[in-house]
């Protein structure tokens, strides 16, 4: 067949994605290349997930056959083209450019693993662009963890035009929603794993993503890219009690400002990553506090709007960082009811995001 | 004293890049802190090379103490402030801004190894941007092999208004030429430590940069900037003779163009690193081939001003990547004389440098 030479790197970098390192099974490390329907599919597994991509072309002849990932992407990434001819014989691969060509030796497309397809009729539709902004924010609070499969996972739960996306390690928990374009006829709760959702994150662009759900997998359909990933069995934690219903103290500051003081302040948390925040509303200011008996004291204050009673808490500041740096908001409200309960982190001006944090008790 | 946040942070980074990690003695993780003539000095070592900086301020009362360079340099970097106070009392570094305060525990500056200090008058003057520019062509040249002392510098000829600096790993060589400022009363030639050089290129800005030579040290002096290193005794290979005086075929090629060429042809040479490169007068093109039983192979035409006879050659790709990233220039010139014949690279319409490249005998 004959594509572009953009059209196939586009394809090749987005079905690279799920190719990890160290796979025990070499067709792993393999994109399948089989022509379906006037367009090359382009298809890549690690049995848990999988990428399908189409790329549009002239086909002179249907053919399959799997190479290589990582070579093939580099190599396409490197030569000037602009069209590529492709064409597979005897497990090789022939690619075709103006001034270039290549053979790469390839596996049959027999041993690679099947690709579960969903039946199902879409289920609903979600903007892509805005169901990325909400996985970025809620999936790095997911417990990455093999003994405990639910929260290895993050939570779809669609009701009517809501997903509320949800994950937590049971030290801190994330939650965000986004509207859907088509309502749903019944609520429906999912657990996708999180590195599918991560990935998902990753290679949604704008336009409409549409889902689809199946027995025991789901699938998410964009223009000319589709990911489809196994479901995590078993009941997610009933995280809603968790959520305090009021606060004592709230305070809104810069979020890159925090980032920052963060930053400087845990150079002297390293024994136990603790760092004391004193909220006081008479001077509109928050202290962060963190001390080593090896390495030395650090007090800095931050100007905040502070409304309620003075308080302190103390945080793991990593529990603290990944939340702000996963925001793109310019400002952020910290929630606190005390010392010894659950606080809040919210987008100053958003009402579709919370993230709650437990303190450590000194 | 008090100094501005910005005039500690750049001193700080320029000389937090002596510190390796993992150094035995802790006090080499340390910068020293030190009042002197009105200005703080900061000064770091390896034991083979140092580096000084000052930074200008208000010094109250004399004082020296030495703090591990990593966290003061983490800290400086992330607090917000525009002055600084900073003060030394029982080993331990106050430093105090607007909104912030820290104590870091140190160690005594009587632990700190001595810095040579040169004597001497100033050998020569030169120009600080071009010469960072010829450091960084040449010193990636040097072999970094600890049984082979005097190659694993690079070689300082001081003649007349010339400074030449040659590195090679008996595989390739790279000379480059920079002017001087104030012409050398007499020819003299020092190997200097390739990592200290490299510090240099990175250090050194805009300016003039003088040059100071000691019995067993050489010293660079730029505004508010010092690097120290120790000499390399024995005797440089005469790098001169393996220079050939004409070639036979010459090509003028894209620099960019021949890199991503380079790196594509490069995933078919895993198991050697050989590439094959056949210079066509004929038809301006130099065809890049590589193969490997494994993986597949590859043929690559780029268009070329090629003069002389047709002509072949084999390269570790390494070799030519290395130098081709190291240089700025839009074109270079890749002059051949034959398969068994070393080869040279310059850059297209500059004169001040070349590089030697052993061919991979077939």
Same mark, same amino acid.
């Given at each position: 067949?004959?594509?572009? =030479? &953009?059209?196939?790197n ?7 994605r799920v190719?990890g ?5 070499? /067709?792993?490390?393999?994109?399948l290349f &089989? $022509? ?5 599919k382009?298809?890549?597994t ?12 002239k086909? *002179? ?12 992407n580099?190599?396409?990434?490197n ?6 001819? #492709?064409?597979?014989?005897? !497990?090789?691969?022939?690619?075709? %450019?103006?001034?270039?060509? $290549? !053979? /790469? ?7 690679f ?6 039946k199902?009729?879409?289920?609903? =539709?979600v ?5 990325s ?5 809620v999936?790095?609070?997911? %417990?990455?963890s093999?003994? @405990? ?8 739960s669609?009701? $009517?035009?809501?997903l ?6 049971r ?7 986004v ?9 429906? @709760?999912? #657990?996708?794993? +999180? ?7 990753r ?5 409409v993503v ?5 027995? %025991?997998?789901?699938?998410? =359909? ?7 990933s ?19 103290t709230e +305070?809104?500051?810069?979020? @890159? +400002? ?5 930053? +400087? ?7 136990n990553?603790?760092?004391e ?26 100007? %905040?709007?502070?409304?309620?009673? &003075?308080?302190?808490?103390v ?8 939340c702000?740096?996963?925001l793109?908001d *310019?400002? #952020?409200i910290? =929630?606190? #009811? ?12 958003? *009402?579709?995001?919370?993230? /709650? ?6």
């Amino acid at each position: 067949m004959v594509c572009t =030479k &953009k059209n196939l790197n586009s394809g090749l970098t987005i079905t690279s994605r799920v190719i990890g390192s160290g796979n025990t099974l070499p /067709i792993l490390n393999n994109i399948l290349f &089989k $022509t379906e329907e006037g367009r090359l599919k382009l298809s890549s597994t690690n049995l848990e997930m999988a990428i399908n991509t189409w790329v549009g072309g002239k086909i *002179e002849e249907e053919g399959e056959i799997t190479v290589p990932a990582r070579l093939i992407n580099d190599y396409v990434n490197n030569i000037a083209a602009d069209k590529i001819t #492709i064409t597979s014989k005897n !497990h090789t691969l022939h690619l075709e %450019a103006e001034k270039a060509q $290549t !053979h /790469i030796k390839g596996l049959s497309s027999e041993e690679f693993p099947l690709i579960p397809e969903i039946k199902e009729e879409s289920f609903t =539709k979600v903007d892509g662009k805005e169901f990325s902004h909400v996985i970025k924010e809620v999936t790095f609070a997911a %417990a990455f963890s093999e003994t @405990q499969p639910e929260i290895s996972g993050v939570l779809f739960s669609f009701d $009517t035009d809501t997903l509320t996306l949800a994950a937590t390690d049971r030290y801190r928990l994330a939650e965000g929603k986004v509207k859907l374009s088509t309502q749903v006829s019944a609520p429906k @709760q999912v #657990i996708v794993p +999180a590195r599918a959702v991560n990935e998902l994150g990753r290679i949604m662009g704008s336009g409409v993503v549409e889902i689809l759900l199946g027995d %025991a997998q789901i699938c998410f =359909k964009a223009p000319d890219i589709e990911l489809v990933s196994r479901l995590i069995e078993g009941q997610y934690p009933d995280y809603k009690q968790i959520i305090p219903g009021s606060y004592v103290t709230e +305070a809104e500051v810069g979020r @890159q +400002a925090l980032i920052q003081t963060l930053k +400087a302040a845990s150079l002297f948390a390293s024994e136990n990553n603790n760092i004391e925040l004193d909220l006081n509303p008479q001077n509109k200011q928050i202290v962060i506090k963190s001390q080593s008996s090896q390495v030395g004291d650090s007090e800095i204050g931050l100007d %905040a709007k502070i409304s309620g009673q &003075k308080n302190t808490i103390v945080f793991n500041f990593r529990y603290l960082l990944e939340c702000l740096n996963s925001l793109p908001d *310019e400002n #952020i409200i910290l =929630k606190i #009811i005390g010392a010894s309960s659950p606080a809040a982190i919210v987008p100053a001006g958003r *009402e579709n995001y919370l993230y /709650i944090v437990m303190p450590i008790k000194i």
